[in-house]
């Protein structure tokens, strides 16, 4: 039995039952890496003694007889924007390189204490900013299903890593589409959930008000289980949603027995298709929308006209909140310190260091957002772009009183080359032309597998969302359409991935 291969929800159960030890699963997948991530370039640090601790751990507590969580023993890879004691954390950045975090985040703590085993950090789009992870100060990470080919961005590391069979499970963060683009383009699941569901503490800011960290993983049950684990109220986390966590697991697994979507409403949205959208992402999406309709599910079609300015809002207010929280990359607090040679003042050292440790686009969105923010442009591009942020909220609201759910293709194409966009930042923003609407007005998204589009082989990602705080409708939704997928078309990642 390849233990590689099975769902986090497998390897629980055989690990509660003793079938396995927790040892001999994180020694499979460190092994599958050792294998395949000079490839893949999944991981930028594996922690193997940290791994293989951990899970000694747990089957100690197992022989003790004490009672363990749903995934206790699971491996999963971390994405190396989470603070991670005495283990390196770079979130993508040179200028990082070096740091040592003296404190977990409060997702890394969560994992930690419910038994899951964090196999290392995964590569990234330095401080998320990107779609493909060619932004990363280490190199790209390729993608599983064609290795020439982007894995999506900023989480590519964390998408690749499920895909490659490094881990189950992994841990991503989505500030307009970092765990849902990766997913499409990887045949994974991958989930944003509300805004203020998950904590952001020891989360590294790239865009305080979007950011949100979210489970990845390969089938949607196992991307609940992990999102009730790192989900709920944190008072570290001042955005933090004092409320109960959506019952997801509980809604993964009513999705997947009864798949009936009777009495479901679901919309389509109208201007998710048309110029820039690959024909086989719209063909399988299309199937998609039929298939809901046998399921039972009434489907309508519903105009959100300001999401066509969704990007453009994005691109100012992303930038302008990155420009301030990476200001305290000043060479006196963390990491990387050049110029530092006695003869220099502070702010000549700050300089210098900030010019050698940020990469292009980092330094791009720093001086876009600078230049939107300051005094006689912040109301014509700032204040403008919260405007159309409060109409798109409008939409999403308007269409809500309609619909339960939303649908669209997750993003426009399949993965593209590597290279093909790097120099082109426009072309790479269009990417996440569907994604970037619900980080804006907070709500919850998933992208779940939904074949493969027949021009390339390549997989494609159905999108559906639900209203703030109504994650679990995304479980739901998402598990009967998992569920009637693979008994219609087969399970593209589990059946038809090409070996590496
Ligand atoms: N690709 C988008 C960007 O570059 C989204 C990134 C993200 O969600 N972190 O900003």
Redesign the pocket.
């Given at each position: 039995m390849d233990l590689t291969h099975l769902t986090a929800a497998e390897l629980a159960a055989r690990i509660a039952d003793g079938t396995v030890s927790a040892v001999e699963v994180a020694e499979a997948h460190l092994a599958r890496i050792d294998a395949v991530d000079e490839k893949v370039h999944a991981f930028l640090h594996v922690d193997r003694d940290g791994a293989l601790a951990q899970a000694r751990r747990v089957d100690e507590a197992r022989a003790r007889g004490e009672r363990l969580g749903p995934l206790a023993g699971v491996p999963l890879a971390l994405k190396d924007i989470f603070t991670t004691t005495g283990v390196p954390t770079t979130c993508g950045s040179k200028i990082l390189e070096g740091w040592i975090p003296p404190y977990d985040a409060t997702v890394t703590r969560r994992l930690k204490d419910a038994g899951l085993v964090i196999l290392g950090k995964t590569n990234m789009?330095e401080f998320?900013?990107?779609?493909s992870t060619e932004n990363s100060a280490f190199g790209p990470t390729g993608n599983p299903w064609d290795l020439t080919r982007i894995p999506g961005?900023?989480?590519g590391g964390s998408a690749a890593s499920i895909a490659a069979f490094q881990a189950p499970l992994a841990i991503g963060?989505?500030?307009?589409?970092?765990?849902r683009?990766p997913a499409a383009v990887t045949g994974t699941v991958g989930v944003k959930p509300t805004y203020g569901g998950v904590s952001r503490y020891g989360m590294i800011a790239?865009s305080s008000s979007?950011?949100q960290g979210g489970p990845c993983a390969r089938t949607v049950l196992d991307a609940a289980l992990l999102h009730e684990v790192i989900a709920g109220h944190d008072p570290l986390d001042s955005t933090s949603i004092d409320a109960p966590v959506p019952p997801v697991v509980e809604a993964a697994r009513e999705g997947a027995h009864a798949v009936s979507l009777a009495g479901m409403r679901i919309g389509v949205v109208a201007e998710f298709r048309g110029e820039g959208y690959q024909d086989g992402v719209m063909r399988r999406f299309d199937e998609a929308v039929a298939l809901l309709r046998e399921l039972g599910a009434e489907v309508v079609e519903v105009s959100c006209p300001s999401f066509d300015k969704a990007l453009a809002a994005?691109y100012l207010i992303?930038p302008s909140e990155c420009s301030s929280n990476l200001a305290r990359f000043d060479a006196m607090r963390y990491g990387l310190r050049v110029g530092d040679d006695g003869t220099r003042s502070a702010e000549e050292v700050t300089s210098l260091t900030r010019e050698a440790g940020f990469g292009a686009?980092v330094k791009r969105r720093i001086m876009l957002g600078t230049y939107a923010l300051s005094a006689g442009y912040y109301d014509a591009y700032y204040g403008s772009a919260q405007k159309v942020r409060t109409l798109i909220s409008r939409d999403f609201d308007s269409a809500f009183e309609r619909v339960d759910v939303l649908v669209s293709p997750t993003t426009p194409t399949t993965a593209f080359p590597l290279g093909e966009r790097v120099d082109d930042p426009m072309a790479?923003?269009l990417?996440?032309l569907c994604?970037?609407p619900s980080?804006l007005a907070g709500n919850a998204a998933m992208s779940v597998p939904c074949g493969l589009a027949p021009e390339d082989g390549l997989p494609v990602g159905l999108q559906i969302i639900a209203p703030a705080l109504a994650d679990d409708r995304l479980y739901r939704v998402g598990a009967s359409v998992e569920a009637a997928f693979r008994a219609r078309w087969g399970h593209p990642l589990l059946e038809e991935a090409p070996a590496l």
């Open positions: 789009d998320a900013m990107g779609s961005g900023s989480g963060t989505d500030t307009g589409g970092s765990i683009q790239f979007l950011d994005y992303a686009e790479m923003y990417a996440d994604t970037i980080p």
